[in-house]
């Protein structure tokens, strides 16, 4: 075997080997009474640009593409996934306190209006997520009237 081969083939069995080294990815789990979305806070058409948009990072509800079933890739997936749940879960939402819930609402404004999130790299992959000029204003708008609910609460 020339050098070339023994290279090759080591990389094959490294690739396979790192297959068995379970990537940490958490489980999906159904959306219950403690989700943003059954809090009275955010409308269908809100709701549905947060789905698209953030909650593969910041909900229990995860879509995973077939690439979150391949190491290395699964590894970075599932850092991003939870150190997004960490900053923000909007399956967790009834959780929080009313000052968490404020400053989340407020951090979502400035993040979108920023252009900080989504984050550049998610959307490589997933185009649908690009928010528009009036996404970033509605869910802007949004974030402002939640906040107002939310204090009145």
Not at 4 to 32: C, M, R, T, W, Y
Not at 50 to 79: E, M, T
Not at 109 to 131: C, F, N, T
Request: with cysteine; aromatic share 8%.
């Amino acid at each position: 075997m020339t050098g070339a081969k023994i290279i090759l083939a080591a990389l094959v069995v490294i690739f396979v080997a790192i297959q068995f080294i379970p990537s940490g990815i958490p489980e999906n789990k159904p959306e219950d009474d403690m989700s943003i979305s059954q809090s009275g806070l955010v409308t269908d058409p809100v709701l549905q640009k947060l789905r698209v948009s953030c909650f593969d990072c910041h909900s229990n509800q995860v879509s995973l593409p077939w690439y979150a079933k391949v190491a290395p890739s699964s590894w970075l997936l599932s850092s991003h996934i939870r150190e997004g749940k960490e900053h923000l879960n909007f399956s967790e939402w009834a959780n929080y306190s009313k000052r968490k819930k404020l400053s989340q609402l407020e951090h979502i404004g400035e993040q979108v209006k920023s252009g900080d999130m989504p984050l550049k790299s998610y959307l490589l992959i997933h185009r649908d997520a690009k928010l528009t000029s009036e996404d970033i204003s509605a869910l802007m708008k949004w974030a402002e009237d939640a906040s107002d609910k939310v204090i009145d609460q």
